[in-house]
């Protein structure tokens, strides 16, 4: 009788999943109204936060879950980049014709050089597409009728005034970001990601389960390169100028990489909530310490990878059990 | 004849990177670890040359011991306090803390000897050497033969000498060099360090064929990768080859189809080395490895 009148008690994933539910919410009314509250300087580092809140959760689905180390990944940040540009500018296309072909390029680019490269592992596979983002820029600055080599390419200007433009890339990159969120959350629980934390732990072993690695691998990276083309097209037209150093910028993939593993690999919102605290630090940092820019966030990246290895949640879960630990010795 | 030359000058250029790419290697093969920083700690060397140089007029080959010595404290000093913490820990966390070094080594640089492109004449820098029309600059040849001679003191040392042997005994098994009694915390440090000093003094070469500036280091980072992978990691005769054939095949690109695409000749050959034959030319060897 009792156990019909006290509500079953709900297990830490249930409360877990109800907090999650709740902070999400929440967070998506406050991002939502934002724009009609914060100054345009705000609404440019929210803008900010949210495209590296893509690319770092695009680098989680490779890196993360299947654990391979995509170093180079901005080569389809630049792939998009350049594709939306090129259809804009030498075709005349519009700038939706320039999303759908920054993303089905950036998928080509995948099944043609994933295949292989994914055979690498470790290092290997790292510097390899260090060096697949170094030849696609050496190609973007030699191309000149195509892509106007190292003059770059400027877009047409979006039709609205600047504050309407600021608003549209806003909801565009949010847009953008609760995507690579849902796919995340889809990918966590499908077969597919799954299949990537087994090859993650032991790839011969997923292989011998007869998992086939390849497919599987490729599939992953083609979703995480779709993603980083998407944003790569979106930054194009919202910055209207185009040139190699600029979007083929290893920093970027630098800065994706460090958001990733601050927020903790294979997290659903870990890569995010790193993006929003790296942005907003950088940003801080940036009008401070002009000269020492450059070096103040490599020091960042030295502390971040010294002392918060596994990310900052395990950081401070890690701290606040030796404090709780403490406290129950001295009491 | 315009063929011979430019091969010519791209063996001598292959000198240079494969003295880099031995200490890139040497790196890599004991402590596991990747160095981003690489490009940059050469040219850290470069501005020592170049210092010493402009300040007291001092010849860049006599520079190289103030270059070597410097980069060595500084990376033995780096091992032992932060990099000994990650060592043999996640690629994921070597990779993004030896950017982390790179950046703020460029920045280091930039702040000190501003970002303009730098170079060094000396007395001997417009002198060549002809033979039946061919001209080879007398700087180029001293750089090749300088290049090949601390490579061969490098494999002299890890071969002969005492630390050369622990050095060999930590990459071979870590574990069972400490159990021997090897001090595994600092051959790492001093590995770290010997890899620097090299780097540094290949930095010091550098400034006598070529122009320079601070953000020029990541493109010979990656090119020492491809030097290692080309030959083979740990097989310093095969760094040598390797680099040669890079030097050939670069100047043969920029000479005869376009000279924007010299750089992209080491990414395909990267790329397609990888894909195709990811131990190397020659197959992989390890300092272990008594035939290394």
């Given at each position: 009788m009792v156990g019909a009148v006290i509500p079953p008690p709900r297990t830490a994933s249930a409360r877990r999943a109800v907090a999650l539910a709740a902070t999400l919410s929440v967070a998506a009314i406050v991002l939502l109204f934002a724009p009609m509250v914060v100054s345009p300087y705000w609404m440019r580092i929210l803008s900010m936060a949210f495209m590296f809140g893509t690319l770092a959760q695009a680098l989680n689905l490779i890196a993360g879950f299947a654990g391979y180390p995509a170093f180079g990944n901005v080569v389809f940040f630049g792939l998009g980049a350049y594709s939306t540009a090129v259809v804009m500018v030498k075709l005349g296309g519009s700038f939706a014709a320039g999303l759908c072909v920054a993303v089905l390029v950036s998928l080509a680019t995948v099944l043609i050089v994933g295949p292989p490269l994914l055979r690498l592992r470790g290092h290997y596979f790292a510097i390899a597409t260090v060096g697949l983002n170094e030849m696609v820029k050496a190609l973007a600055s030699n191309l000149d009728a195509l892509t106007g080599g190292g003059m770059g390419l400027s877009l047409p200007l979006p039709p609205w005034n600047p504050a309407e433009t600021a608003k549209v890339f806003y909801y565009l990159l949010l847009g953008t970001m609760t995507t690579s969120i849902l796919i995340t959350v889809w990918f966590k629980s499908s077969r597919l990601g799954h299949a990537c934390r087994a090859i993650r732990d032991d790839e011969v072993k997923a292989e011998a389960m007869g998992l086939r690695t390849t497919t599987i691998k490729t599939f992953a990276w083609a979703l995480s390169a779709m993603l980083t083309g998407l944003v790569g097209a979106i930054y194009a037209y919202w910055f209207s100028y185009v040139e190699p150093p600029a979007v083929f910028d290893m920093l970027i993939a630098i800065k994706s990489f460090v958001m990733f593993l601050l927020g903790g690999a294979a997290t659903l919102l870990g890569p995010i909530a790193a993006a929003f605290f790296v942005e907003f630090v950088s940003d801080a940092l940036w009008s401070h310490l002009l000269h020492f820019h450059l070096g103040a966030l490599g020091l960042g990246i030295v502390l971040i990878a010294l002392y918060m290895p596994h990310g900052f949640v395990r950081f401070f879960r890690d701290r606040g059990q030796t404090l709780v630990m403490l406290f129950r010795k001295q009491g | 004849?315009?063929?011979?030359?430019?091969?010519?000058?791209?063996?001598?250029?292959?000198?240079?990177?494969?003295?880099?790419?031995?200490?890139?290697?040497?790196?890599?093969?004991?402590?596991?670890?990747?160095?981003?920083?690489?490009?940059?700690?050469?040219?850290?060397?470069?501005?020592?040359?170049?210092?010493?140089?402009?300040?007291?007029?001092?010849?860049?080959?006599?520079?190289?011991?103030?270059?070597?010595?410097?980069?060595?404290?500084?990376?033995?000093?780096?091992?032992?306090?932060?990099?000994?913490?990650?060592?043999?820990?996640?690629?994921?966390?070597?990779?993004?803390?030896?950017?982390?070094?790179?950046?703020?080594?460029?920045?280091?640089?930039?702040?000190?000897?501003?970002?303009?492109?730098?170079?060094?004449?000396?007395?001997?820098?417009?002198?060549?050497?002809?033979?039946?029309?061919?001209?080879?600059?007398?700087?180029?040849?001293?750089?090749?033969?300088?290049?090949?001679?601390?490579?061969?003191?490098?494999?002299?040392?890890?071969?002969?000498?005492?630390?050369?042997?622990?050095?060999?005994?930590?990459?071979?098994?870590?574990?069972?060099?400490?159990?021997?009694?090897?001090?595994?915390?600092?051959?790492?440090?001093?590995?770290?360090?010997?890899?620097?000093?090299?780097?540094?003094?290949?930095?010091?070469?550098?400034?006598?064929?070529?122009?320079?500036?601070?953000?020029i280091g990541d493109p010979f980072t990656l090119k020492s990768f491809v030097v290692v992978i080309l030959g083979g990691l740990g097989n310093m005769f095969g760094a040598l080859l390797a680099g040669i054939f890079l030097g050939v095949a670069e100047n043969i690109v920029s000479a005869f189809i376009h000279p924007g695409y010299r750089d992209a000749v080491s990414f395909c050959l990267l790329v397609a080395i990888l894909v195709l034959r990811p131990t190397g030319f020659l197959g992989r060897r390890s300092y272990a490895d008594s035939r290394a």
């Open positions: - | 004849m315009l063929f011979l030359q430019v091969a010519l000058n791209g063996i001598l250029l292959g000198g240079l990177y494969a003295c880099m790419a031995i200490s890139f290697s040497l790196i890599w093969g004991v402590l596991n670890i990747i160095n981003l920083a690489h490009g940059s700690m050469m040219l850290v060397g470069a501005y020592v040359t170049y210092t010493l140089h402009s300040r007291f007029g001092l010849d860049p080959v006599l520079t190289i011991p103030f270059s070597a010595t410097a980069l060595f404290v500084f990376a033995y000093v780096l091992q032992r306090l932060v990099f000994n913490r990650v060592v043999m820990t996640s690629i994921f966390l070597t990779l993004i803390l030896t950017f982390g070094l790179d950046m703020m080594l460029i920045n280091f640089n930039i702040a000190m000897f501003t970002a303009d492109v730098r170079s060094i004449t000396t007395w001997y820098s417009g002198a060549a050497l002809e033979i039946g029309g061919i001209r080879l600059a007398y700087t180029r040849i001293l750089v090749f033969a300088l290049a090949l001679a601390m490579t061969l003191a490098l494999y002299v040392f890890l071969k002969w000498s005492r630390v050369g042997h622990a050095i060999r005994a930590v990459a071979q098994d870590p574990n069972a060099a400490q159990v021997m009694g090897v001090n595994t915390q600092r051959v790492y440090a001093v590995t770290f360090g010997l890899g620097a000093a090299m780097a540094g003094a290949t930095g010091s070469l550098l400034t006598i064929v070529y122009a320079f500036s601070p953000v």
